[in-house]
């Protein structure tokens, strides 16, 4: 099986997750205060929308990344592929969450969900990949072998850097909220200025 | 006509409504309860997306199996693919209803729409697949034999089963819930461990 | 321009659209009643599902078959193309509305109000069809004139008919609601039994 | 990397900005007035759909022209470019907001946050353009000068006249809803009728 059709659904999960972010925003208008102070209000929707869609995006690229070394699919792959991107659709309920909830006594819970997500996530992202990568099983002949090591050494840091967040976040949630989107930011500005020689994209 | 069009179009809905199932999350936090006590307390809605989502992803996963042994559809074909895709389509609605009701007296008309809903699902599967194969109408030049008559044997027992566990629901909706999780969980199982072999994906 | 981004595009609005209906059905459960008597009781949401999902899925095809005989796109067409996508888009709306009024006095500005879409949806698609087949401006090179009569004869009906149906709607709501199901019905089965040989797929 | 999955996410997040507006038009019903009254009174949130997904369709359409001209991706050009559909995806909030708002005293403060959204995809829209064509970094080989340099021409405006008519809304809100819907209109017209010779689709 060619990884074609693989694509198609993934983009599809990814662009809807993406883009299904914006209903979280819209929910939290529903009281009668003066618009233009609800607006202001409402910025860690913002916030949160921002940080979620970015981290959406930063995923959808790596996994073109890692679609582009791989060669064909098989049966395993694909469900892992599903599972992962089962964690990958769940991003906007811990999204709202956390855009709700981080000004008021119910933040821990909400930094927490949104760090399990996210290492999930991270961790399926890695099982596809290893999985592909272990004994070069469903890599192209031609898969160079420093990016396939420069893929593996990267994304192996991803479950454990959002583990601990999650733990930095049970401890002070505006603190791991604040991680959370400084991690996102990191990596939309280390794959576009500096990651271009490592794996090229 | 080529199937690239179908499949663009089918993968659309199965990414779609396997992503529209965290809304169905959302709509359970309405309540003002404290947000870690809810979280754990709306762990139905949590199983009834990790359900929906890979019987959703597994459907996906068959379907490109059968789309790879076609070569080319009929008006037939697409009318009976919208059929069954409108069912797949439906499954959202029934896994709110089994996550917002397994607890109270609404569980039996919960599992059993969620029954009727894959059972129809799973026949739509087996329409499209038979007026396909049946003297191997829209078959590929190639398609090997003993992979054809494989898919045959396995997937006829899907409405079948989903009927049983239907049946099984209507007088224990606990039950009947469990095993719709089962099945899927077996499906996964068995499609990346076992079923390499028999119908290479 | 080739056609395929547009095809895109347009499967990606025709999936979703389609995929969006289910969320109506959800809305109609707000109530407390017992379970069971509401899901009985919403059955005009069902019957709103099936006949819009099956509705577009036929738009889908035949928009398949007209594209089927197009070589190329200009600017005009891809805005005309916006326009049709734009009443497709708009179905969800008005299917929420005849499923929650056709049997309270809301029922007849309900069917008018989708009685103007579909035509308005007919009319988009006779449009690009006209566009691109007037002086054979965009078609195929080996277009078939044959095939190319028949699409212009058939699909001409169209708006004519949904205009029809909405004048019947405004003096009995329910006969044409009934009349739209009974359309989409005739179309499924016109296409996929006798449509074959006239409008090869 | 090839151009393919790039178009394959965005002319999803397209697609599915531009469906999701219909959701906008259902939350307007909510009331309990006689629903041909109510119909007639939204008359907004119509107006919103139409120029938002209009609005959604040119950019979809020039992005189309953008990418015919670009030859391959790199990083920095995915990251740019999931900015900017991150903004694209933003535009069904501000809609809901001027549609639901327009008509009272938080008609300023919606139609101002219109205007920032779409002066923010219309400068993304460049960023993506200019990071591309500058020295022809991304530029297919047989990228025709007058071509590109129509583009960057005419693009550059969007952004000017975005801002332009946000400063208009602020003094006037229904003068700039006005303008936004002018806007989107001129587009589409310019673009079908006379905008062929210059960056032919």
Redesign the interface.
């Known amino acids: 099986?060619s990884t074609n059709?693989l694509?198609?659904?993934a983009?599809?999960?990814?662009?809807?997750?993406?883009?299904?972010?914006?209903?979280n925003?819209?929910t939290q208008?529903a009281s009668d205060a003066?618009?233009?102070t609800r607006?202001l209000h409402i910025w860690p929707s913002y916030a949160g929308?921002?940080v979620s869609?970015?981290t959406i995006?930063?995923i959808?690229?790596n996994h073109?990344t890692v679609?582009?070394q791989i060669a064909r699919?098989?049966?395993?792959f694909?469900?892992?592929s599903?599972?992962f991107?089962?964690s990958v659709?769940?991003i906007?309920?811990p999204t709202?969450?956390v855009a709700e909830?981080i000004r008021d006594?119910?933040a821990?819970?909400?930094t927490i969900?949104y760090g399990i997500t996210l290492t999930l996530v991270a961790s399926g992202f890695n099982a596809i990949w290893f999985y592909a990568a272990t004994g070069r099983r469903l890599l192209r002949e031609d898969a160079d072998e420093p990016t396939v090591r420069g893929i593996s050494r990267t994304y192996r840091f991803g479950p454990v850097l959002y583990l601990a967040i999650t733990l930095v976040a049970a401890a002070s949630p505006p603190t791991g909220a604040v991680l959370f989107g400084a991690f996102a930011l990191f990596w939309?500005f280390e794959?576009?200025?500096f990651?271009?020689d490592r794996t090229?994209?």
């Open positions: 099986m059709r694509e198609t659904f983009d599809g999960v990814f662009a809807i997750a993406a883009t299904l972010l914006i209903l925003v819209d208008l003066a618009i233009g607006l929308y921002v869609f970015l995006g930063i959808w690229a073109h679609m582009n699919v098989d049966r395993t694909l469900m892992l599903v599972l991107l089962m659709a769940f906007p309920f709202r969450l909830h006594d119910g821990r819970a909400a969900t939309l794959s576009s200025l990651g271009r090229r994209a």
